[in-house]
């Protein structure tokens, strides 16, 4: 794939992350927060991706000041925030899709860790899409020899797998910081998986996608980590 132009929202650990590895395939690069002084119709003027990285509570107000700017009907959005809107329970990807019908969303997600990226250790990913090509676009844009991406056609299964990851994340932090054991925390992760794939499948997700990247490999990296932020919440909850 040729030299795209990439915008970048949200300039925190993991916003960065991303536009270095996009950076690194020699695309054209432009990262943004609501700090930056560069105005946001500027920046996003011909854009090829839109990619958000921005908090959950930043999503609407960002999905808001993009709406009412001229963008190319050739552009993919992709949105790689972990979480659900508070109001509505709706996902990144459903508020960015109900805003862009007609363009393409993409979800991004998977066990990725940004200071172990950041030191270029390897990684995967997910990247999913109902529109399988805009799925492969955003692969051959951030795919590298250490940032491995796999494609998926259950968008909503891989951000609810990355989002109730979380959930399980944090007691297996709260197990651990009450000495519980390895039995127990072994329990708790497969009885948690049996749990999360139920509440998938009644918001219309598929069984197979919680055992991808975005919930099973999330979910080991983030269980045994202390640079997890979910598994640190749980580990000091219970101390």
Not at 47 to 60: P, Q
Request: glycine share 8%; net charge neutral.
């Amino acid at each position: 794939m040729g030299q795209v132009k990439v915008v970048i929202l949200g300039a925190g650990a993991w916003g960065t992350t991303l536009a270095t590895l996009a950076a690194a395939k020699g695309h054209q690069v432009c990262l943004w927060s609501r700090h930056s002084s560069q105005r946001l119709e500027d920046i996003i003027e011909g854009a090829d991706i839109v990619l958000s990285a921005v908090s959950m509570k930043g999503v609407r107000a960002v999905v808001a000041a993009i709406g009412s700017l001229p963008l190319s009907p050739e552009t993919i959005f992709v949105t790689a925030t972990k979480g659900l809107d508070p109001a509505t329970t709706l996902t990144p990807s459903q508020i960015w899709q109900a805003t862009f019908p007609a363009y393409p969303v993409v979800v991004l997600c998977g066990p990725n860790l940004s200071k172990e990226i950041q030191q270029q250790l390897p990684a995967a990913a997910v990247v999913a899409s109902i529109d399988a090509a805009a799925a492969e676009a955003v692969q051959a844009v951030l795919s590298s020899s250490r940032f491995r991406i796999y494609t998926n056609s259950d968008p909503l299964g891989v951000e609810l797998g990355g989002t109730l990851k979380n959930v399980i994340a944090i007691a297996a932090g709260v197990c651990d910081g009450l000495q519980l054991g390895t039995n127990a925390k072994a329990a708790l992760v497969t009885r948690g998986l049996t749990e999360i794939i139920r509440i998938g499948n009644t918001w219309g997700a598929k069984t197979e996608t919680f055992y991808c990247l975005s919930w099973l490999g999330d979910l080991l990296s983030t269980c045994n980590r202390p640079l997890s932020r979910n598994y640190q919440v749980g580990y000091q909850l219970a101390q």
